[in-house]
């Protein structure tokens, strides 16, 4: 009998990449655009239809009528966090991973679909810990996108790790497991770190143009200069391999690289990966996803919420069945223990009646509350500490505002580019909540988006504002047209 055929979908920026196997072999590797549905005067504004839309005609060319798929999809949408952890147990990682994660994401880790590996460091007693994430909105989107197209998909993830393990089947590169991959197309380019074979950095970012296609210098820059970032964070990191995989100009592209970076660094032809030569970055993506269970690469990530992981593992639970003599000396055991156990009880309670109606004659009332019972003295006592806290709050909070304000006029504080306009603060309830908001501008959506996290990261590691403010989060980002200029706006809750 015939091996089932397994369809890989790469969703990416404005083209789907789609692998179709049969056990070993590869029947279809293609690539489609939205040009090849958007005919003249036929165009849609909604993104979901233009997907679905390509989607099916992507499926229709390869002669599929597959109801499971496999996605790949662009790494922009997806948060990638390394974290160093105490050794301990499999089974304590995941509940220590959701409290500490926390502190280096934008999100609330309820706002996410996630999962994570890791790998152990014996000598150094701790873990090396890879998360991964992404927002449960866009994930749900494409899910209900598949849903409409009478689809299901198996699997969800990044495309960093589709393509990781494509080049780790790769006999000469296997060996390797500190690497960095850069991955290319016209339209995208996708720049991974990987420690242990796991993804410790990751910068998605859209390819510069010019008229005659790759704005080549502008590109180097922007590798070089994500490669000096990730060199300064990671200064202990030892480089094995830097691979290059692009649709063209990759031999141009090495080469300036390693002048400037002054490492070696190797391209890998098509051919090389898949033995065709008629297959684009989209449908080798696509094929490293639907080759999940067959591949040696270790990540093979579950994408959950937070809730469905604090629910017990499934298994098979067995029902032991008692034998009636059995089942009713327990109960007459049972009983004669309640009993034993009223009893004593019974003399505690009202040995501990006899020490509290004591403790209660000992008590000074003041005179301001004799005429009033203990209830109504407790809630007096109750409101006037309430009132007490609140005064020591406002009172407090007149005289450590102005080293929080001095902080933020400080340029250490502001990513470069950013720029605040608006500062609300206010007291609710005692406690001291403000709405930090403004702008970036750096012509670049990803790095907009950096700043802003460089901006939260560096309020909550400032020692003064921690003082005033422990919880930041962002609230809210998202462009906006200022006088024809793309700029992310942003806003940051600050709390007690």
């Known amino acids: 009998m015939s091996k089932t055929k397994k369809v890989g979908l790469y969703l990416g920026v404005n083209s789907i990449g789609v692998a179709v196997v049969q056990g070993k072999d590869i029947l279809s590797l293609e690539r489609f655009e ?29 002669d599929s009528h597959a109801k499971e798929v496999y996605i790949s999809l662009a790494d922009k949408d997806f948060i990638f966090r390394p974290l160093d952890m105490p050794s301990m147990k499999k089974k304590d990682i995941e509940s220590s991973l959701i409290y500490e994660v926390e502190k280096y994401i934008p999100f609330k880790i309820e706002e996410l679909v996630w999962d994570y590996d890791y790998v152990n460091f014996s000598k150094e007693k701790k873990i090396g810990l890879s998360f991964i994430g992404i927002k449960e909105d866009n994930f749900e989107r494409i899910k209900a996108m598949l ?3 009478e689809l299901k998909a198996v699997v969800i993830e990044p495309s960093c790790l589709s393509l990781a393990r494509v080049v780790k089947s790769i006999k000469k590169f296997s060996q390797f497991n500190n690497f960095a991959i850069l991955d290319f197309t016209q339209d995208e380019a996708s720049f991974t770190f990987f420690q242990q074979d796991l993804p410790v950095f990751n910068r998605y970012f859209i ?19 994500s490669f000096q970032y990730f060199k300064r964070e990671f200064k202990n990191y030892k480089l094995d391999k830097f691979i290059v995989i692009g649709d063209s100009n990759a031999e141009k592209l090495v080469s300036s690289l390693k002048e400037g970076l002054q490492i070696e660094i190797e391209s890998i032809p098509f051919n090389d990966l898949t033995n065709r030569s008629d297959n684009k970055v989209e449908s080798i993506k696509a094929l490293g996803v639907v080759g999940l269970q067959e591949s040696s690469y270790k990540f093979k990530p579950n994408l959950r919420k937070t809730e469905e992981r604090l629910i017990p593992s499934g298994g098979s639970r067995s029902v032991v069945a008692l034998r009636g003599g059995l089942l009713g000396s327990l109960i007459a055991v049972g009983i004669v223990g309640i009993m034993f156990l009223s ?3 019974g003399n505690e309670v009202a040995a501990k009646k006899t020490i509290l109606k004591n403790k209660k004659k000992s008590v000074i009332v003041p005179e301001a509350l004799k005429a009033f019972t ?35 006029s400080m340029g250490a504080i502001l990513p470069s580019r950013l720029w605040l306009v608006n500062l609300g603060i206010s007291n609710y309830q005692g406690l001291i909540k403000g709405t930090l908001s403004g702008y970036v501008f750096r012509d670049d959506d990803y790095e907009e988006r950096l700043a802003v996290n460089e901006l939260i990261s560096n309020l909550k590691e400032n020692r003064i504002i921690g003082l005033i403010f422990n919880k930041v989060s962002l609230e809210f980002s998202n462009r906006e047209l200022i006088d024809s200029f ?10 007690q």
Do not use: H
């Open 34 to 62: 939205f040009s090849s549905i958007e005919e003249v005067g036929n165009k849609t504004t909604n993104d979901d239809i233009r997907w679905e839309a390509l989607m099916n005609k992507t499926l229709r060319e390869v």
């Open 147 to 149: 849903f409409r197209l």
């Open 207 to 225: 390819v510069p143009k010019k008229e005659d296609g790759i704005d080549l210098d502008n590109f180097i820059e922007t590798v070089n200069f």
């Open 343 to 345: 009893i004593i009880l």
């Open 374 to 408: 203990w209830s109504e003295r407790s809630n007096i006592v109750y409101n006037e500490e309430e009132r007490l806290s609140t005064l020591r709050n406002v009172a407090s909070s007149f005289i450590c505002f102005s080293p929080f304000f001095e902080e933020l």
């Open 486 to 495: 793309e700029a992310t706006k942003f806003s940051i809750a600050l709390e």
